[in-house]
Nanobody, 124 residues
């Protein structure tokens, strides 16, 4: 049974940084595509960043150059380092696996497995 557990959200001022973590269980390495999807209040789901089975990464245009996705294989934990945060980054962030965002991070995101979500709030 696949389980994704996130941590690391919080509140920060614009220009600040946060790091999200997602620990996955139920997979044997190499894990399938994993990534992050977010949803701002009143808006649709948006793909943020993905990491493919063999390490390839993709970023949404809105976060490229500011966010970095990485993985600690020993701990089976996915990270999202978010720098130069903007108020428009405010959203609930979900760790996902077996997701469409490895193929098309800027398209409508889909995923078979979702974490519980962690809130990120950026104030101006």
């Amino acid at each position: 049974q696949v389980q994704l557990v996130e941590s690391g959200g919080g509140s920060v001022q614009a220009g600040g940084s946060l790091r999200l973590s997602c620990t996955a269980s139920g997979y044997i390495e190499p894990t399938p595509c994993m990534g992050w999807i977010r949803q701002a209040p009143g808006k649709e789901l948006e793909g943020v960043a993905s990491r493919g089975r063999y390490g390839g990464t993709n970023y949404a245009n809105s976060v490229k150059g500011r966010f970095t996705i990485s993985k600690d294989h020993a701990k089976n934990t996915l990270f999202l380092q978010m720098d130069s945060l903007k108020p428009e980054d405010t959203a609930m962030y979900y760790c996902v696996s077996e997701t469409s965002i490895c193929d098309d991070v800027n398209g409508p995101p889909r995923a078979n497995h979702w974490g519980q979500g962690t809130q990120v709030t950026v104030s101006s």
